[in-house]
Structures are given as C-alpha cells and as structure tokens.
C-alpha cells in the first residue's frame, strides 16, 4: 500500500470522529469538526499530488479517494439535517448526495479505465466544501457573529439559500457528466 492509498484511508478513519464532534455540538467540538473537515480536504489534494508524482496511481487508491471524500461531505450534510436552526431542506441534501454516489459508481464502472472527474465535477466538490465550511462557521460561531453586527437575517436564510443553490448545481453538474459520457457509460453496462 502506496503513501497516498494511506493518506486516503486516514481521511476515511476521520469521518467517525468527525461526526462525533458535530453530533456533540459544544463550540469545541464545532471548531474541531470543522478542522477535521478542512484537514479532510487539505489530506485529498496531498494523496492526489502524491498519487501523481510518485507515478503511484492504483486501481484501489483510484476507487477509494472520490469514496473518501464523499463520505466526509455525505457525513456533514446528513448531520445539518439535524440542526433545526439551519432550516436546510431534506430534498437538498438527497440530491447531493444520491447524485455524488451514482456518479462514483459510474466512474468506478471499469476500474482499468475510470470515468476522469471534469471542470463542472471539480467546481461543484469546491462548492460543495465553501457551503460546508461556511456553514459550519455559522454553526460553531453563531453568537459571535450576531455580536459583530452580521444580520440575523443572512446567518438564518445563508444555509438553506446555499444548500438551494448547491443542491440545483450539484445536479446540472451529474446531468451534464452522464451526458458528456454516455457513451462510454452505455459500453460498460454492456460489457458487464
């Protein structure tokens, strides 16, 4: 097992402690969520230059990364379901996250010859961690940026209008891959 497969496997093991520190909701807890979560994305960029330079792109390396990274991201959204004072949408978070899983199925078809992530595809996974950083933000420093003056408004109506927004992109995004790859993904359905 290469440097980087290892560094993807850490960011999985991440995910247990990550949702432990949300579901505890302390402002501790909060910041060190947040800090798993940031570390989680910091750790995905390292293992792909790792990957690259090293010549060390594996076939199970290739299928666990996007797994990994969209059990950290699937794990965040579930959990601010469970925040009544984000007002996030139920509908929201299942299109992001049925649409993240098909897509990684499908480009996990044929393991000798992935589907490539594309432009839209990286756009939406950096959207994806700005709405959840913010988010979190808002969770973990509610009161100190009501005290400096933000609107209440915008930290009531920011999560649920960002997750909105996330949500419809992250779709066009799964439309617009099936279709740029339909017929590679009609091949190896057939072959299978």
Known sequence: ??????????????????????????????????????????????????????????????TIDPLADKLLITTALITFLGFEQLKIPVWTVVIVVVRDYIITWLRSLNYDKPIPADRMAKIKTILQNIVIIAIMLILTFDHQIKNIGIDKFFIKMFPRNSMIILSLFTLLSGILYVFKYREYIREQFRKN
């Open 1 to 62: 097992m290469n440097l980087a497969t290892k560094i993807t496997l850490g960011r999985i093991f991440l995910v247990p402690i990550f949702l432990g520190f949300m579901l505890t909701d302390t402002v501790v807890t909060q910041l060190l969520a947040l800090c798993i979560f940031v570390l989680g994305g910091i750790t995905d960029t390292i293992d792909g230059i790792i990957a690259r330079k090293q010549n060390s792109v594996t076939k199970i390396g290739a």
